[in-house]
C-alpha cells in the first residue's frame, strides 16, 4: 500500500488543520488505518485509528479535538485537528495496517505500511 500525506503546516495555538492522506496499491488489505506522530528523541505514538468498519480509537491527548475518518470510495483518510497545543507539534505520519482495531488505537509497531510524514508546527 502506498499513502501519501498532505496538509500539515504552521499554525498557531488554538487554530486547526486537516490532514489528508491518498492510499493507492492493494488497498483491500487494509484492515485499519492510522496517524501516529513523532518528534524528535521520542518513539512514535498513534494518535488516532480507524478500521474499516468504522470504528475509531484515540489517543487522551487528543480526545475531543482530532477526528479520524475515511473516504472509502476517494481511498482516503483524513484528521482533522481542532483546538491546536504547541504539543501538538510533531511530523505526522500515515500508517496502514491488517488488524482491525476496534474502538481502539493500534500501536505503531502494528502497522505495515506508512506514509513520507507531513510537518504539523504549533506555535504559542
Known amino acids: 500500500v502506498h499513502l501519501v500525506e498532505s496538509g500539515g503546516g504552521s499554525v498557531q495555538s488554538g487554530g486547526s488543520l486537516r490532514l489528508s492522506c491518498a492510499a493507492s496499491g492493494d488497498t483491500y488489505s487494509v484492515a485499519s488505518m492510522g496517524w501516529v506522530r513523532q518528534t524528535p528523541g521520542k518513539e512514535r505514538e498513534g494518535v488516532a485509528t480507524?478500521?474499516?468498519?468504522?470504528?475509531?480509537g484515540y489517543a487522551d491527548s487528543v480526545k475531543g479535538r482530532f477526528t479520524i475518518s475515511q473516504d472509502n470510495a476517494k481511498n482516503t483518510l483524513y484528521l482533522q485537528m481542532n483546538s491546536l497545543k504547541p504539543e501538538d507539534s510533531a511530523m505526522y505520519y500515515c500508517a496502514a495496517g491488517r488488524v482491525y482495531s476496534g474502538a481502539s488505537i493500534l500501536p505503531a509497531y502494528m502497522y505495515t505500511s506508512w506514509g513520507q510524514g507531513t510537518r504539523v508546527t504549533v506555535s504559542s
Open positions: 480507524i478500521d474499516s468498519y468504522g470504528d475509531t
